[in-house]
Nanobody, 120 residues
Framework: QVQLVESGGGLVQPGGSLRLSCAASGDIFSVNAMGWYRQTPGKQREVVATITTGGTTNYVSSVRGRFTISRDNDKNTIYLEMNDLKPADTATYYC??????????????WGQGTQVTVSS
């Protein structure tokens, strides 16, 4: 099994910054991409940022220019640097990992989440 452990969440004021970390461990054998999604009560899950093993990144439009995703492949770890945080960024942030298996679509894993709250 694959385990993903997030850390770095907290309470910050609007305009503040946080750095989230996600460490993956376990049966990791063919990673395609890792990333972050967020979820608030009563709302759909939203993918925030993704990064491939080769380093290609993608961001949801609402965070472009403010968030930066990065990776350390040797440590199976990704980070999310969040700057100029807004109340709309308040959510539980989850790390995910996608890797290939015998299925043509691969398999996804996710962590337990870390809470980010942005308020005055």
């Amino acid at each position: 099994q694959v385990q993903l452990v997030e850390s770095g969440g907290g309470l910050v004021q609007p305009g503040g910054s946080l750095r989230l970390s996600c460490a993956a461990s376990g049966d990791i054998f063919s990673v395609n991409a890792m990333g972050w999604y967020r979820q608030t009560p009563g709302k759909q899950r939203e993918v925030v940022a993704t990064i491939t093993t080769g380093g290609t990144t993608n961001y949801v439009s609402s965070v472009r220019g403010r968030f930066t995703i990065s990776r350390d492949n040797d440590k199976n770890t990704i980070y999310l640097e969040m700057n100029d945080l807004k109340p709309a960024d308040t959510a539980t942030y989850y790390c995910y990992l996608h890797q290939s298996d015998k299925s043509p679509h691969g398999v996804n894993y996710w962590g337990q989440g870390t809470q980010v709250t942005v308020s005055s």
